[in-house]
């Protein structure tokens, strides 16, 4: 398993849009790819549980990988992540 804790740098943070993005990202890949925030861990392939989790800009999450290809699938959620899905 691999991690990683960063900021969403995105105004909006996770609504629809980014959401979509990162799940659609993220169902490439055969492991778990999961995201905890302060309250919950949410399936980080699901568009639906992205959205439901309420992240904002601003709130530190955890990005959490398991299997076999882990860390290309972490690298690429952190760099969805860190370049703000392409939104101001």
Do not use: W
């Not at 960063?6 to 629809?16: A, D, I, P, R």
């Not at 949410?42 to 989790?53: E, P, Q, T």
């Not at 690298?75 to 969805?80: G, K, N």
């Amino acid at each position: 398993m691999v991690s990683q804790t960063l900021k969403v740098t995105n105004s909006q943070g996770f609504h629809m849009r980014p959401a979509t993005t990162f799940a659609n990202a993220m169902g490439k890949y055969s492991c778990d790819v999961k995201i905890k925030t302060r309250n919950m861990e949410v399936n980080g392939k699901s568009v639906m549980n992205l959205i439901a989790a309420c992240v904002k800009f601003g709130a530190e999450i955890q990005i959490l990988c398991d299997g076999q290809d882990e860390e290309a699938a972490l690298a690429e959620a952190v760099s969805l992540i860190e370049d703000g899905f392409g939104e101001e």
